[in-house]
Each structure stands twice: as C-alpha cells, then as structure tokens.
T-cell receptor
Framework: KNEVEQSPQNLTAQEGEFITINCSYS?????LHWLQQHPGGGIVSLFM???GKKKHGRLIATINIQEKHSSLHITASHPRDSAVYIC??????????FGTGTRLTIIP | KAGVTQTPRYLIKTRGQQVTLSCSPI?????VSWYQQTPGQGLQFLFEYFSETQRNKGNFPGRFSGRQFSNSRSEMNVSTLELGDSALYLC?????????????FGSGTRLTVV
C-alpha cells in the first residue's frame, strides 16, 4: 500500500531554534514535495526532490532514496515560519499522496 | 505573473444540490489537478487533467467529475451534494504531467454543505 508518514504531528519551538520535520514513505517514488500551508488554506510548494538535497534561504530539504525518508530543516526559525508542513509523494501510479502534516508553532 | 485562480472562494450549498468550481492555471501550464482537504481525511487527490484529457483519478465516487478546456482552465463538478463533501477544494497547476516540474496551488474554494 502506498503510504506517507510524517513526524512529529505537532511541534512547538522557540524562535531561533533548528527545526526538523521527517517524512517516510512505503515504496519507491518518482518525486517528493514539501508544501507549506498557512491558516486560511493557501498552499505553497517549497521543494520538489527526487534525490540529494536542496536549499532555499533558511529551508533545507534532503531525501534518502534507499531509506525512503526525507527531512525538512528550518534554520534560525522565526514566528512567520508557523504553518502546517506537508510532505507529498508521487508513487508509480502518478497520483500525489499526502502525509498528514506537521503543525509547527514558533514562539517569539 | 498571475497565480492560480480559484473561484468562488466560499460557497454554501444544500444537500442534494450540485456545484461547479473553477480553476484558472498559470499561463502556459497545461496540467491542472484537484484535491479535497477535510479535517478527517486530510488532503486527497481527486483528478488531474492534461491537454483536456483526464490522466489520473483518485478514489472518489462518480459524483465528482471535472473537465479541462482548450485554454487549460478546469472545472470540477460535484452532483447530489452530501454533508461529507464539505471541504476545502484546492487546485494546482503544473507545466507538465504529475507535477514533475513542481506545482503551484490556488487559494482554494471552501465548500459548506448544509
């Protein structure tokens, strides 16, 4: 069965802390996406990965194909990073399958 | 450049009615995909259209349908609405099929069925 698991479900941290959100999937994939959803519902695509590592500003995403695992890191976290972060993968059936999301709250 | 536009933003319908939602993709994007988000089930894939053809479909009943026009704009229709259809409906556009060049999401249509 094609499954995506994220951890933790909820994460609260102080401003400035280093944040890690994890995503594991059950079988081989074509690509993995990290998405950010703010209150109100709008979704922003942060990264698309099929191998290795990508960096954009304070955000870093890595993927280990052999381990079927990806991580999203946020350095020097800020209250504006507070959002739900969602991992989504494309399995062989080409349908985007979503994790349950990680609700991140950064306290000033 | 203009983003993905979804209309309407909010909608209230009565059980048994039907509803049509619209999604205008980014100019040049040929793929439009639709998703349903509910508190209980999270985000789920509905279907994807590319060049006016449905290329992929999620596990939803036949009451959920869609189409894509020659200008890549897409509509989604839900007939015989049920209370459980209350959700945020999101569309995303991408340059190529299955978002292999990334997705851009619209702001969503929040549908409430009463």
């Amino acid at each position: 069965k094609n499954e995506v698991e994220q951890s933790p479900q909820n994460l609260t941290a102080q401003e400035g802390e280093f944040i890690t959100i994890n995503c594991s999937y059950s079988v081989g994939i074509s690509a993995l996406h990290w998405l950010q959803q703010h209150p109100g519902g709008g979704i922003v695509s942060l990264f698309m990965l099929s191998s290795g590592k990508k960096k954009h500003g304070r955000l870093i995403a890595t993927i280990n194909i052999q381990e079927k695992h990806s991580s999203l890191h946020i350095t020097a976290s800020h209250p504006r990073d507070s959002a739900v972060y969602i991992c989504a993968v494309i399995f062989g059936n080409e349908k985007l399958t979503f994790g349950t999301g990680t609700r991140l709250t950064i306290i000033p | 450049k203009a983003g993905v536009t979804q209309t309407p933003r909010y909608l209230i319908k009565t059980r048994g009615q039907q509803v049509t939602l619209s999604c205008s993709p980014i100019s040049g994007h040929r793929s439009v995909s639709w998703y349903q988000q509910t508190p209980g089930q999270g985000l789920q894939f509905l279907f994807e259209y590319f060049s006016e053809t449905q290329r992929n479909k999620g596990n939803f009943p036949g009451r959920f349908s869609g189409r894509q026009f020659s200008n890549s704009r897409s509509e989604m229709n839900v007939s015989t609405l049920e209370l459980g259809d209350s959700a945020l409906y999101l569309c995303a556009s991408s340059l190529v099929l299955s978002g292999m060049e990334g997705y851009t999401f619209g702001s969503g249509t929040r549908l409430t069925v009463v």
